[in-house]
Nanobody, 125 residues
Framework: QVQLVESGGGLVQTGDSLRLSCVAS????????MAWFRQAPGKGREFVAS?????????FYQSSVKGRFTLSRDNTTNTVYLQMNSLRPEDTAVYYC?????????????????WGRGTQVTVSS
């Protein structure tokens, strides 16, 4: 089992940047595909981006964040990063880190058994 703790959220203005971090503890981090999801007020949780296990060779982004967000992983520190640039008010949400013991990419919530508690990102207009 892996435990996930997110950090880096905050209140920013439109066009600003933030970097979210997710630190994993527990079993071998390298074997987990990792992902970020987000949940805006009054809406369901939606996929943001995912990165495959081991080298993180494959990364998949939701279309609305592609070109603005960058997902990466550092296996030496058991950390996944989500660099968010050109933030928009519609990016406002609680951002959750998720992990799955697999080598495949997935944007499906049900494929991720491990979740952090989330970090709030608020983008003002």
């Amino acid at each position: 089992q892996v435990q996930l703790v997110e950090s880096g959220g905050g209140l920013v203005q439109t066009g600003d940047s933030l970097r979210l971090s997710c630190v994993a503890s527990g079993q071998t981090f390298t074997t987990y595909t990792m992902a970020w999801f987000r949940q805006a007020p009054g809406k369901g949780r939606e996929f943001v981006a995912s990165i495959t296990s081991w080298t993180g060779q494959n990364i998949f982004y939701q279309s609305s964040v592609k070109g603005r967000f960058t997902l990466s992983r550092d296996n030496t520190t058991n950390t996944v990063y989500l660099q968010m640039n050109s933030l928009r008010p519609e990016d406002t949400a609680v951002y959750y880190c998720a992990g799955a013991l697999t080598t495949f990419l997935s944007g499906a919530i049900n494929n991720y058994p491990y979740w952090g508690r989330g970090t709030q990102v608020t983008v003002s207009s």
